[in-house]
């Protein structure tokens, strides 16, 4: 059986991730190495788990968000969907049952704000877990003076959680933001749709999403 574990260390897989990355490096693009398509699928995962999801439901989630950015190695446009087509190529090669390749490729597809549907749960886990993911590790341009808005407010979160309510009525982005470096105005300049997006994804999940930035809450 496929698992999360094992896509981590496929060695191909680990390949196009690298490659993908450089990409969107010499694009301007803030990380989406091993840092960013690991905290996506722990993250996913950490909420399908936390919501009583079954096992496998979980895994299939984490091998989704491992992969989901992997379609930036042909273009960042419309990269949900050209990695889509690549997952569905690398998974189908490695043997996974078609209900369940359907499913990952399906999560994968819908993640980008662009396009993206939250049409199941792996998918809304995917769409959230990827959206909340800001911090400033992800800068790569260390010259402040050279920084754009993402770079701004990328690197203005000195903190990032994201949380379940102990009922599982509620999901919550709480930010700790340095407004020396980004406003809040700044973050929903960028971000609004990533947001509204997050809110649809946790209504699948039977979820009111939350964003709360320097302890005031927002939406």
């Given at each position: 059986m496929i698992t999360y574990e094992s896509i981590k260390r496929d060695e191909t897989i680990r390949t196009y991730i690298r490659k993908a990355d450089a990409s969107l490096e010499a694009l301007g693009y803030t990380e989406h190495s091993f840092a960013h398509v690991t905290h996506v699928a722990e993250t996913a995962m950490y909420l399908l788990r936390t919501l009583n999801y079954p096992d496998r439901t979980v895994e299939l989630t984490g091998i989704a968000g491992f992969l989901h950015d992997i379609g930036n190695l042909v273009n960042r446009t419309d990269h949900s969907q050209s990695g889509a087509l690549m997952a569905f190529r690398i998974l189908d090669k490695l043997g996974m049952e078609a209900d369940e390749l359907c499913t990952v490729v399906t999560?994968?597809?819908?993640?980008?704000?662009?396009?993206?549907?939250?049409?199941?749960?792996?998918?809304?886990?995917?769409?959230?877990?990827d959206k909340s993911d800001v911090r400033r590790s992800r800068v790569r341009n260390m010259n402040l003076s050279d920084f754009d808005i993402h770079d701004r407010v990328n690197y203005s979160v000195t903190k990032s959680e994201l949380q379940i309510s102990e009922d599982k009525h509620t999901v919550r982005l709480a930010l700790t933001v340095d407004t020396d470096f980004g406003s809040v105005m700044d973050y929903f300049e960028i971000f609004m749709g990533r947001m509204l997006l997050c809110r649809k994804a946790a209504e699948k999940l039977d979820l009111v999403f939350k964003l709360s930035i320097n302890d005031t809450s927002l939406i």
């Open positions: 999560a994968i597809g819908n993640h980008d704000e662009g396009t993206g549907v939250p049409v199941d749960a792996i998918a809304a886990a995917l769409i959230i877990a």
